[in-house]
Structure formats: C-alpha cells, structure tokens
C-alpha cells in the first residue's frame, strides 16, 4: 500500500509539473466553456440531499488513481503553499467544492482549470467517495507551524482585532461573525461551509482575495463576496493567521492517510 501510494504521489507530482499556463488552458477547455453561476440556497440543498452515501474504500482508491497527493499530500496535507489540505474537511463541503469544478462554476486561475480537468467524468458517486475519504483523514497540521508559515507571508504591519471579527462580526459593516458559518472552533457548517482549523494560511489569503476581487464567484447568494469586499489586506491576513493557528477539529471515525516513506517497504 504505501509504495502503492508513493507511486501515485510521484507520478502526479509530473503530471502538475507539466500543468504550466498552456496545458492548464487546454484543461479549461475540456470544461465547461462558459463561466456557470453559482448554486442558490435552495438548489444547494437539494444537491446535498441527493448526494450518494460515499464509500470510504472506493475514495481512497479514487485519491490515488486521480493523483490527488500530488498536490494534496498522501494524507490530504497539502506539502506545498500552493494547494489546501483537505484532511477532514466536511464532506458536504468537499463534495460541493467538486461539483462546482466539475460543473465550471471555479474558474479563477490555473489551479482551477487542473481541479476541473481531475474531475471531468467523475459520477456523483465519485465524489461523494472522494469527500468521504478525505473528510475521515485525521489532519495532523501542527499550529505552531503553521503560525510561522503565515507570519512569512503576511503583509501586516500591527495586530488587527481578529477574534472579535471572528466571533462577533463587525455590526457597523454588516459583516457577520465568520463563526456564524464556519463554527466557533473553525470546524466548518452543515450547509456546506468548509472547516477552515488548521488551514494552509497562503491559501486562505488568496482565497478571500479571490472572493474579494470577484475572481472567484462560486458562493451561494454571494455570500463570501460581500464578506470579503469589506475586509482590509491586514485583517484578510490577521483571519489567515487565526485560522492557520487552530488546531484541526478530529472527526468522529477519522484516521491517520497512509504515510509514503521513500526505502523502505
């Protein structure tokens, strides 16, 4: 299993590698042609009541026939600043989030143009599979880490008052309290609202100032949108840190991905 793995892992690893601007163009192109608009309220509940139950055996396989280590590591943490780790995200979310590559509603850059070239003739069933094993993988992010890793890539230049956003929202710009939608522990919704304790805190940048930009427009009633469009750079880089520095909320049932060593059997 773990030379399984490894394999998958190196063989993805060329296949990203080979993803530059012009192959990511031809992966759009395999895509839905023209931008599709986000899910409404009502449309993503009824996505998420059809969803198949997922098969945590069959995702797994799927993980490694995909290459989805490659870029998301062999135990959903992401090696590299450039991806998110998915290790136990919510599987409503990350079911979601594949549907809406699929269904070309992400199209903010490369790396959108390459998720939508992963999925492209996957079933529903597989990718609630996929949701399913990624969301039971336990995520041993350290925040120590990654409290680091955001303070070297952070722009700000004195401390933003972060957990009162979180908790409390900011009433006077109608921002509502982030953990009224992702959770007080950062652990993420039952409407599909991703779990974000934990997180890759250069992904969570570039993230809300996608959404802030405009550039990414997959939210249901534009919801992060609005969210983001009334953030400063310092309080986007404050709420990265925040996050990046909880530690990962363990999911009932979750356990450790498989871990590639190179040598050894």
Known sequence: MKRTVLRAALMGALVCAALGPARASEAAAHGTAAATSALTAA??????????????????????????ASCHGVDGRAPSLNWPSIAGQRVEYGY???QDYRQGRRHEG?????????????????????????AQLRDVAQPA??????????GATHPVPVEDLVRHGDPSRLLTACASCHGARGEGGDRAQPALAGQNPAYLVRTLLDYQSGKRANDPARSMRHFAAKLSREEIDALARYYASLPPVVRAGARPGPVATLGKP
């Open 145 to 154: 880490l990654a409290i680091a890793t955001a303070a070297r890539h952070s």
């Open 96 to 98: 979601k989030l594949l």
């Open 43 to 68: 449309e993503l509940r009824q996505r998420l009541a059809a969803m198949p139950a997922g098969d945590v055996e069959r995702g797994e396989q799927l993980y490694t026939q995909q290459f989805c």
């Open 110 to 134: 490369e790396r959108a143009a390459v998720m939508r070239d992963a999925v492209t003739g996957l079933s529903d069933r597989d990718l609630a599979d996929l949701a399913t094993f990624t």
